[in-house]
């Protein structure tokens, strides 16, 4: 992403950065476990426990945008995973398979004392096992029970009502499983659970949350958007994996503060926005550049990922007497919530009702098939409420088969016939 | 089948015409329950007073599937049964019951929802998830069980009556008589062939689709005339990979000189299982049985999905064909780790990268295939 407009931006990114060099001097100096996870884990219990975690997806990110992907991915087809394969779920693990540190971003991913993901499709099991006994350490799965009843407009019932928004015998077995984790993780870290200082943290991913919701809503009233979408993701992102600490939280209020500011002085991201886009699924790591492609030509600029609006609907949870529970319901459907019929395409179509969207454009990442399913039910509903839908068939961090101006083309063709 | 053997050719007619049975029981009164895979119990599906019938649509072309399913993302089989479903052509069934030990099965369940809520029409059977996991843990496991209460009740309440335990027991007693039966096809197979895999797929398969006392009957009347048989020679070989139904890739490795004598697969030799010992709990002994015994993708430590395919290739099998079409995303994972286990025992093994299932074998397949087991043949 070539222009930072927010300040907040470039000290998200720095503190990312710094982060992650802090964690490998950690691992490597003082040897402090660390664990490597899947992202739609309860991070919140590996905070309270003081285990560091870097999330599967960022770390994919990250390669993809070093504009290292197509090495990895080629070796490992070399090792004899057909190229059908997922893709964004097994970047990180094919860079840990090549074994060149050297090479890898930030030195790559050291030897981590465990990793864990929830066994939400029939992949991530079999990609998580190969990558520990690549590392000799341990896989500490979740498994993850199928959603039965999914009443309609889960946003206005996860906040208050989620006991019974997602099913008790579902939350009983993920608290369950959540408490073998968490023996595990007192093992590793020869500390001891404190069910109040997560219940603590996660008043804090609360507070958190509010402060993204606020700026959805800034975003959502403003004439213009002020912040981009590429923005947003970097300031939301590195917030999310560390939830509810101090510098998370206070990252989230300088990124209302100086969106509000932008708001109220009545600066715009683009100020001849004419178009306002929608971007659904995970973001083009491999070419964040595109996001901005359409706005000198046709003003047209992406408004919207699920990256923050995801962050108050289906983070916040009031009523924390029981935090793991709590958590469980934070947890459990966030595959169905995200990406699955009937949740995602209504969640997703009050989203783009509430930003005034123009268009909406759909990754159908072929390259990784799970998070492939439900996107025809997501844009036959923004279809039918006369939300006009480009689908783009391309991965989110392989850029193999990705051909940028043979898309920008597309695009603006789908702009200028369909907007 | 070389020889006059009517009970074989009902069981292949059964497997080439799966809706048979239950479009007979249909007209007879008895209403039809219609079940994705090998992890449904049919026990208790059976003792509500329904026919359980597998869906094993023919393949074609699907536009109801192609107007809401994402194109190469679901398998060929999922799709047509979404497809036969949304149009109507099993409006038969009372219900249709999907199990979680698929992600696909898990996906086409929420698909069906909410085209039914999208969509609504009359006719269009109701959809159940049986939420059965199959990773190996203490919590999996007494999930499983309560979901397995859970699937009782609500097979009671569609029938609208109770499920007595000794009908459990009853349906214990058939359905292990027919595992029996298929065990003895079984046996045929693989300790000294005497029925190719192209024939046996079709026998075994009919499990799926009969009233079980039937198939057992007609199975160990078929087993009995093939036992009469002589060996069949050929190089031994076993097939895994992603669940194959139909018979091509079989036919062109036996058109080699080969003989598929087991496969990975609840399709064929991993279709029944041992018998369920109704013992004290018949509900917990049936959930037990689809709990550890029925194969899926979702078993979880590798150790024990690995479990029967590490014993089986040490037992006189020459070579093995890893099954992996197109559309495959699953079983990709776990080949290079068998290659290697296999590699370790001095045992061959070929990919197949082809869709064996509608599509025909190309002709450069059939070359890989001729060399691999002419270079098996000359080894042995």
Redesign the interface.
């Known amino acids: 992403m070539s222009e930072k407009q927010l300040q907040c931006t470039v000290a998200a990114g720095a503190y990312q950065k710094e982060w992650f060099a802090q964690l490998r001097r950690d691992v490597f100096e003082s040897r402090r476990p660390y664990a490597i996870l899947q992202a739609d884990m309860p991070f919140e219990i590996f905070q309270v426990m003081g285990l560091p975690a870097v999330s599967n997806q960022w770390w994919s990110a990250v390669i993809a945008a070093k504009r290292l992907a197509p090495k990895y991915l080629d070796a490992m087809n070399a090792m004899g995973f057909h190229d059908g394969l997922c893709r964004y779920c097994s970047l990180s693990m094919a860079c840990t398979m090549a074994g060149d540190p050297g090479q890898a971003p930030w030195g790559g991913l050291p030897k981590p004392a465990l990793l864990s993901a929830r066994l939400t499709c029939d992949c991530i099991q079999r990609v998580f096992s190969i990558w520990a006994k690549k590392f000799g350490t341990e896989f500490f799965a979740l498994d993850n029970p199928g959603a039965t009843e999914l009443p309609p407009r889960w946003w206005e019932l996860s906040r208050y009502r989620w006991r019974e928004l997602f099913e008790r015998h579902r939350l009983d077995f993920t608290v369950a499983q959540f408490r073998t984790l968490i023996r595990e993780l007192e093992r590793i870290t020869g500390r001891k659970f404190d069910p109040d200082a997560l219940r603590t943290l996660m008043e804090g991913v609360n507070r958190q949350e509010e402060y993204f919701e606020e700026v959805r809503e800034l975003i959502c009233n403003a004439p213009k958007t002020p912040v981009r979408m590429n923005e947003q993701i970097t300031n939301v992102m590195a917030a999310q994996w560390l939830r509810g600490n101090e510098w998370a939280i206070q990252h989230a209020k300088c990124f209302r503060d100086e969106v509000k500011s932008r708001v109220d002085a009545g600066v715009a991201a683009y100020p001849a926005e004419q178009l306002r886009l929608m971007w659904v699924g995970a973001g083009l790591w491999h070419d964040t550049d595109f996001y901005t492609a359409f706005e000198q030509r046709y003003g047209a600029v992406f408004v919207w990922s699920m990256y923050l609006a995801f962050g108050p609907d289906g983070y916040i949870r009031y009523g924390l007497e029981d935090p793991l529970l709590a958590l469980a319901s934070r947890t459990v459907s966030m595959n169905e919530q995200l990406h699955l019929p009937p949740w995602a395409n209504e969640w997703i179509v009050d989203q783009a009702k509430r930003h005034r969207i123009d268009g909406a454009l759909v990754l159908t990442p072929l390259g990784t098939k799970p998070s492939a399913m439900g996107n025809r039910f997501i844009e036959r509903a923004l279809e039918r409420e006369g939300i006009p839908v480009l689908p783009v068939f391309t991965d989110m961090v392989d850029p193999r088969n990705w051909n940028a101006a043979e898309m920008i083309k597309r695009v603006g063709q789908f702009i200028e016939e369909r907007l | 089948m070389s020889e006059s053997n009517s009970a074989a050719m009902r069981l292949a007619w059964h497997y080439e015409n799966p809706m048979a049975q239950a479009l007979e029981a249909d007209r007879a009164g008895v209403p039809v329950v219609g079940i994705t895979s090998n992890t449904i119990p049919w026990e208790l599906v059976h003792a509500a007073g329904f026919f359980p019938v597998m869906l094993r649509p023919e393949l074609r072309a699907t536009p109801a599937a192609d107007?809401?399913?994402?194109k190469?993302?679901?398998h060929a089989r999922i799709r047509q049964i979404f497809d036969s479903v949304v149009r109507g052509e099993w409006d038969l069934l009372r219900a249709i019951i999907l199990p979680?030990t698929?992600?696909?099965e898990?996906?086409l369940?929420?698909?069906l929802?909410?085209v039914a809520?999208e969509r609504p029409r009359d006719g269009m059977p109701p959809v159940?998830?049986y939420?059965l996991?199959h990773?190996r843990?203490p919590?999996?496991h007494?999930?499983g069980l309560?979901?397995t209460e859970k699937l009782k009740k609500q097979l009671e309440e569609i029938a609208g009556r109770p499920i007595a335990t000794r009908d459990l027991v009853e349906e214990v007693a058939e359905s292990n008589a027919a595992r029996g039966a298929v065990r003895r096809l079984l046996r045929l197979r693989h300790d000294t062939p005497r029925l190719t895999g192209t024939e046996a797929l079709p026998l075994i398969g009919a499990y799926w689709f009969m009233a079980r006392a039937q198939y057992a009957k007609l199975a160990l009347e078929a087993a009995e005339i093939l036992e009469r048989r002589g060996t069949l020679p050929g190089v031994r070989l076993l097939v895994k990979g992603a669940p194959l139904d139909r018979v091509r890739l079989y036919a062109a490795l036996e058109t080699h000189g080969a003989i598929v004598v087991a496969e990975d697969d609840w399709w064929g030799t991993r279709s029944v299982g041992t018998d369920i010992d109704a013992g004290n709990d018949v509900l917990e002994a049936i959930f037990e049985h689809y709990y550890s015994e029925a194969p899926s993708?979702?078993v979880?430590?590798?150790e024990a999905a690995d479990r029967w395919f590490q014993s089986s290739v040490t037992d006189r099998i020459d070579g093995v064909v890893f099954y992996?079409p197109?559309?495959?995303?699953?079983a990709?994972?776990?080949?290079?780790?068998h290659?290697r286990f296999l590699d370790g025992l001095g045992i061959r093994s070929l990919v197949v990268?082809e869709d064996a299932g509608a599509g025909g074998i190309s002709l450069e397949a059939h070359e890989g295939i001729e060399r691999f087991v002419r270079e098996i043949a000359r080894k042995r």
């Not at chain 2, 197109?326 to 699953?330: H, I, K, P, Q």
């Not at chain 2, 990709?332 to 780790?337: A, H, I, L, S």
Request: net charge neutral.
């Open positions: 107007e809401y399913m994402e190469n993302v679901f979680r698929s992600e696909q898990y996906k369940f929420l698909y929802r909410e809520r159940y998830l939420d996991l990773s843990s919590e999996s007494a999930y309560t979901r993708p979702r979880f430590p590798p992996l197109l559309e495959d995303y699953v990709g994972w776990d080949y290079p780790r290659k990268r």
